[in-house]
């Protein structure tokens, strides 16, 4: 199966050489990596373009928003499996996209979860926390509980079944588009127990206090648009458990 990555970026040229050689790397023979630039100003593009032997897609103009980012790269894959990688971010071995694929492959679900390593971007060799995704059943979302963005892979009929992003959220696009589409109670997914990918602290959803409070702000306007009963008071009840994770590297 052909699998789309798609890596949306700006203004990241620190931090986007690794995860273009992440993607290099990978086994899995059939596969397009996607590069949707806002037109960086900082050197970005001229990273991009010193790698472009192994990626098959790049565009560079001003966009929307993260959101809108990601939907131009919808529309430019070709795959049957989609994944987002963000350029701050890499894959935690070669092999993760052949597991994936072939989960897909063997049992045909539409999607495949995995779990994520969040890592201090001056101290990689150390891990944070573990993001477990085994966390996040379709009925949790009330309870603002999603699978790992970076460690979602979606069959792109999915796409086709339930539409793209929604650039009108801010930072919790990603969990809207979830709560779309699991809320519908026909997506078969299945979890794979392990880190597919490596996640630096400080992006925009770990973005200090001011975008946690709009992120639970989405969260919860992102529930009552999509027809699942909630509250603030129910949705912040998974720090808690959040804690848990720097104990359970």
């Keep these: 199966m052909k699998v789309s990555i798609i890596t949306v970026c700006y203004n990241s040229v620190f931090t986007i050489k690794d995860t273009l050689l992440s ?3 990978q086994t899995h023979q059939d596969l397009e990596h996607i590069i949707v630039d806002g037109d960086s100003k900082d050197g970005t593009q001229e990273v991009v373009k010193k790698y472009s032997g ?8 001003p ?8 939907n131009k790269g919808l529309d430019l894959s070709k795959g049957d499996i989609i994944g987002f990688l963000n350029a701050d971010d890499i894959y935690n071995n070669n092999y993760v996209l052949e597991r994936v694929s072939k989960v897909f492959e063997r049992d045909n679900f539409d999607a495949v979860i995995g779990d994520v390593e969040f890592r201090n971007p001056m101290r990689l ?3 944070l926390r573990r993001y477990r995704s085994y966390r ?3 009925e949790r979302i009330a309870w603002g509980w999603m699978p790992a963005h970076p460690a979602l892979f979606l069959k792109y009929s999915v796409y086709e079944r339930f539409g793209k992003f929604r650039t009108d959220y ?3 696009g990603d969990f809207e588009m979830v709560a779309r589409i699991f809320n519908d109670g026909t ?3 299945w979890h794979l127990p392990e880190v597919l990918v490596c996640m630096k602290t400080g992006g925009i959803s770990t973005g200090g206090w001011r975008n946690t409070i709009l992120l639970n702000k989405e969260v919860l306007r992102a529930c009552r648009e999509n027809g699942i009963a909630t509250n603030l008071s129910k949705i912040l009840t998974k720090y808690p458990i959040k804690l848990l994770e720097f104990l359970q590297k």
């Design 23 to 25: 993607v290099a790397a």
């Design 54 to 61: 192994r990626i098959a897609k790049f565009i560079s103009e």
């Design 63 to 70: 966009d929307r928003g993260i959101y809108d980012a990601m």
């Design 125 to 127: 060799s150390k891990p």
């Design 136 to 138: 996040f059943r379709p």
């Design 170 to 172: 801010r930072i919790a």
């Design 187 to 189: 997506i078969t997914y």
